[in-house]
T-cell receptor, first 112, second 113 residues
Framework: DQQVKQNSPSLSVQEGRISILNCDYT??????FLWYKKYPAEGPTFLIS?????DKNEDGRFTVFLNKSAKHLSLHIVPSQPGDSAVYFC???????????FGTGTRLQVFP | DTAVSQTPKYLVTQMGNDKSIKCEQN?????MYWYKQDSKKFLKIMFS???????INETVPNRFSPKSPDKAHLNLHINSLELGDSAVYFC????????????FGPGTRLTVT
C-alpha cells in the first residue's frame, strides 16, 4: 500500500536545462509535502517543503508545485547543475504528526 | 561537527545474533527517529521519540527495541537477527514545530548472513 509514489526511477537532464521530478499521493490526510535529496553513502537531506494549503513554493533554483485535485506534486530545478545529480525523495507528512511517508526516489543525473 | 551521527557505518553479522546501532545528534532537537530502507529502496519509519518518550511505533517486530538515554541519543537494539533485517538503517532528528524537516544521519548498512 504505497501512499506516495514516484513512478520515474531515473531522469537524465542536460546542464542548464530544467529538471522536473514528479510525485503522486493517494492519501488526503497529508498536511505537508517535502522533497529530500540523497547522495550515495549519505543520509537524505531536506530540500524544500510545501504546505497543503499552498500550490507553489520557491527557494532559489528549486520550486515545488502542488496540485491537490490531482494529488500530484512536482519539483522543478532551474537551471540544473551537475551537483544536483542525486536521488530525490518525495515525502508527505501525516496530518499533525511527525510521521513522514516517503516515495521510492528518482535518480537525477545532470550531464554537461 | 557532524549533526546526526551513527555508529557503526557497516555491520555484518550472523543470523541469531544481537546487535546495536547508536545514534547521536548535536542539534538540540527534541525528536529522534529510526528509519529502515530496504532493498527496494523504501524508506520507512520505525520509531520516533520525543524527549525520551516513544511517540511512533510502527509495525515492527518486538525484536527491535529503541532506547533513548537522553534526548540527544536514540539507540536501536535488534535481537535474534534474521536475514530479512538486512537493510540500511537511518537515524534522524527534528525540532519542535518543524517535524517535516528531518535531519538524517549517514546510515548504517546491516548485513545479516
Amino acid at each position: 500500500d504505497q501512499q506516495v509514489k514516484q513512478n520515474s526511477p531515473s531522469l537524465s537532464v542536460q546542464e542548464g536545462r530544467i529538471s522536473i521530478l514528479n510525485c503522486d499521493y493517494t492519501n488526503s490526510m497529508f498536511d505537508y509535502f517535502l522533497w529530500y535529496k540523497k547522495y550515495p553513502a549519505e543520509g537524505p537531506t531536506f530540500l524544500i517543503s510545501i504546505s497543503s494549503i499552498k500550490d507553489k513554493n520557491e527557494d532559489g533554483r528549486f520550486t515545488v508545485f502542488l496540485n491537490k485535485s490531482a494529488k500530484h506534486l512536482s519539483l522543478h530545478i532551474v537551471p540544473s547543475q551537475p551537483g544536483d545529480s542525486a536521488v530525490y525523495f518525495c515525502a508527505a507528512r501525516v496530518y499533525n504528526t511527525d510521521k513522514l511517508i516517503f516515495g521510492t526516489g528518482t535518480r537525477l543525473q545532470v550531464f554537461p | 561537527d557532524t549533526a546526526v551521527s551513527q555508529t557503526p557505518k557497516y555491520l555484518v553479522t550472523q543470523m541469531g545474533n544481537d546487535k546495536s546501532i547508536k545514534c547521536e545528534q548535536n542539534l538540540g532537537h527534541d525528536t529522534m527517529y529510526w528509519y529502515k530502507q530496504d532493498s527496494k529502496k523504501f524508506l520507512k519509519i520505525m520509531f520516533s521519540y520525543n524527549n525520551k518518550e516513544l511517540i511512533i511505533n510502527e509495525t515492527v517486530p518486538n525484536r527491535f527495541s529503541p532506547k533513548s538515554p537522553d534526548k540527544a541519543h536514540l539507540n536501536l537494539h535488534i535481537n535474534s537477527l534474521e536475514l530479512g533485517d538486512s537493510a540500511v538503517y537511518f537515524c534522524a532528528s527534528s525540532q519542535e514545530g518543524r517535524y517535516y524537516e528531518q535531519y538524517f544521519g549517514p546510515g548504517t548498512r546491516l548485513t545479516v548472513t
